[in-house]
RNA sequence: GCGCCGCUAGCUCAGCUGGAUAGAGCAACGCCCUUCUAAGGCGUGGGUCAGGGGUUCGAAUCCCUUGCGGCGUGCCA
């Protein structure tokens, strides 16, 4: 709707503006009694040398006689534009009440990295929330019209996995988590945590984990099987995990095939002058006019350093798909990591390196700092998953005592989920954010579990409904404009958030388009009135909007609640 | 040391490329269920937008500076 209001002031102000300079300028007034639409008049003043109050004056008179605009003011400084009310009725619910409402079109081709574990441990809420990025990154971006491949590199091989498998060995006894009834990953992650104890008791302990990895890469045989062992009980966890969650990859990495690739591409840079031999004989990259220091990429030994791996995996992901872009969620700990990675690789005349770019999320942090996997501190993604459904359920057999417990399952599922992911989503990605796990999840107020009731209040008065709804213009009261108004804005918000790349911008959004809907639902009875017809398609427009938001930030929805 | 990021109500956060009186939720207090789901709605109180300079018609937003906090700066991954 915003690029109509843009092209009619264009057709007038050519001279002035462009389409895109309109664009920029063209601001949504702070409440509704000041408009639709504001255009300041300030930058103009010295351009036309006249005061920006006259300027917005003589705009006003230019836009008297617009059939869009039901109004244009002229308010200090200001150009401000009321639409025509059934103008706009008629635009959104055109729009809105399709499956594809604020989709998107573009060629472009995405391939998207997310969660990347190590598989010494389970998965923990620090994972949830790069899931629940990535997951909700990949879904927007398919709404904008981006063909996605979801990718995530499981870092299966390495010291610290040699942890987890020597105090097994040493402390396990053969045990399996079957025997103990143990989801396997967590069962793994127990042995990682045995490992940091023994090792502040025994000093060699450090060392005996690296001659383990020693024997890893030499093959050897009863290590190899061991680490196939424990791999494979962190990764049938972790599938649990993803299921749960509900996500899944098209495309899957391993560390473990990878490792030793990309010498070539490194010796070859070297052989055409890009990198460096250092005296002491490791192969740097020299970043200094970057900022960016010396990197070093192989060791004077001759074996490569981890970024090697990601030079390689860039290039790996380029073979697969021949990407356009391709999108790294990684904690923005990693920044200076992904900054070199891409330097590196347009140093290297990779035609692939512009399309790198990082998606640096926040870390989530518990009211007393960092979480410490030694500690024991760290928040487990299961455990919080199951407890916070475990409290949804209360909440539910608090209004329904005889529900049958499979529909109470689904249900506080749905809801946990809900909590969670909207949690972990709204804060604005690149920020920091602090968790409380002892206050749990909220479900009212500005929660997942407040969307989904907006959904489920819609959802109920449509199965109320007995006859079909009018999309016909009605004389719509002050609430219902808000809720149109708000639901024009989801393709604005869309596309900022696929630009600038913050999936927490379409969680805000969420809440607000909830919020309107609310005060309507409490202001305009719709099936005792005179415009039943019409309030029902402004209430499927609603839910159709927000089902399409609740699904891009990965949220099931539920019917009823 | 150098680099990057953050600091908005008691708490958790919006505020996006400089715009009109700085907004939510939680917590506190008060009101609204014989009317489509009260996991809801309405209201009250609560602010030196960390401090100080500057740029501008206009600054929470941009620049400088101080303070506090976080991260990075490995021949770790």
Redesign the pocket.
């Known amino acids: 709707m915003k690029n109509k209001i843009i092209q009619i002031l264009h057709t007038e102000l050519a001279d002035l503006f462009t389409i895109d300079n309109l664009r920029?300028?063209l601001?949504?007034?702070?409440?509704d009694?000041?408009?639709d639409?504001?255009?300041?008049?300030?930058?103009l003043?010295?351009q036309l040398r006249k005061s920006?109050k006259l300027i917005a004056e003589d705009l006003a008179d230019k836009f008297k006689e617009i059939k869009e605009f039901s109004k244009v003011e002229a308010?200090?400084?200001?150009?401000?534009i009321f639409l025509d009310n059934d103008w706009i009725i008629k635009q959104v619910l055109e729009q809105s009440l399709s499956k594809t409402y604020g989709q998107g079109h573009t060629s472009t081709k995405t391939v998207l990295e997310y969660c990347s574990p190590?598989t010494n441990k389970p998965l923990h809420l620090g994972h949830l929330r790069n899931m629940a990025i990535g997951e909700s990154t990949a879904r927007i971006l398919q709404h904008g019209g981006h063909d996605v491949i979801k990718t995530c590199i499981f870092?299966d091989?390495?010291?610290?996995i040699c942890k987890s498998m020597l105090s097994y060995q040493d402390f396990g006894k053969g045990q399996e988590p079957e025997e103990i009834a143990m989801k396997s990953d967590h069962f793994v992650g127990d042995y990682y945590v045995k490992f940091a104890q023994e090792a502040k008791k025994n000093a060699n302990y450090e060392a005996k984990a690296l001659e383990m990895l020693e024997k890893w890469e030499a093959g050897n045989q009863e290590v190899v099987a061991l680490w196939e062992k424990m791999n494979k009980w962190a990764f049938s966890g972790f599938n649990e995990t993803f299921k749960l969650f509900g996500t899944s990859f098209d495309k899957e990495y391993y560390?473990s095939k990878i490792?030793k690739n990309g010498k070539e591409i490194i010796l070859d840079g070297l052989e055409k002058g890009i990198f460096k031999k250092?005296?002491?004989?490791?192969i740097?990259a020299d970043l200094e006019k970057d900022?960016?220091?010396?990197?070093?990429l192989?060791?004077?030994?001759g074996?490569?350093?981890?970024?090697v791996?990601d030079i390689y995996l860039a290039y790996l992901k380029n073979q697969d798909f021949s990407y356009d872009k391709s999108i790294y969620v990684v904690?923005?700990?990693?920044?200076?990591?992904f900054t070199v990675l891409k330097r590196i690789l347009q140093m290297l005349g990779a035609s692939y390196a512009d399309g790198i770019q990082h998606l640096s999320y926040?870390?989530v942090?518990l009211?007393e700092?960092?979480m410490k996997s030694r500690e024991g501190t760290v928040v487990d993604a299961d455990d919080l998953i199951m407890n916070t459904a475990q409290l949804?359920k209360e909440?539910?057999l608090?209004?329904?005592e005889n529900m049958e417990t499979s529909e109470v399952d689904k249900?506080?599922l749905a809801?946990s989920l809900a909590?969670i992911k909207y949690?972990l989503l709204?804060?604005?990605?690149?920020?920091?954010?602090?968790?409380?796990p002892k206050?749990a999840i909220?479900?009212?107020?500005?929660?997942g579990?407040?969307l989904?009731?907006?959904?489920?209040?819609a959802?109920?008065?449509l199965?109320?409904?007995d006859i079909a709804l009018n999309t016909n213009p009605w004389p719509a009261n002050a609430s219902e404009m808000k809720l149109i108004k708000k639901i024009s804005k989801f393709p604005e918000v869309l596309n900022?958030s696929i630009h600038?790349l913050?999936p927490?911008?379409l969680a805000?959004f969420a809440?607000?388009l909830?919020?309107t809907f609310?005060?309507?639902?409490?202001?305009?009875?719709?099936?005792?009135?005179d415009y039943?017809a019409q309030?029902l398609a402004l209430?499927t427009s609603f839910r159709n909007t927000i089902g399409i938001v609740l699904n891009l930030l990965g949220i099931d929805k539920?019917?009823?609640?």
């Open positions: 920029k300028v601001e949504t007034p702070p409440n009694e000041m408009g639409f504001a255009l300041p008049c300030f930058s003043a010295k920006p308010v200090s400084g200001y150009l401000n190590n870092n091989r390495g010291v610290h560390e490792f250092r005296q002491d004989g490791a740097i900022g960016l220091g010396e990197k070093v192989l060791r004077s030994n074996t490569s350093v981890y970024i791996q904690g923005n700990e990693q920044e200076y990591h926040g870390m942090e009211p700092g960092k949804a909440e539910i608090k209004r329904y249900r506080s809801i909590a949690q709204k804060t604005e990605t690149s920020k920091n954010m602090i968790f409380n206050e909220r479900f009212e107020g500005d929660t579990p407040y989904l009731y907006s959904y489920a209040r959802s109920s008065i199965r109320k409904a900022d600038k913050i927490s911008m805000n809440y607000e909830c919020q609310n005060h309507f639902f409490h202001e305009c009875p719709v099936l005792k009135s039943t309030r209430v539920l019917e009823e609640m």
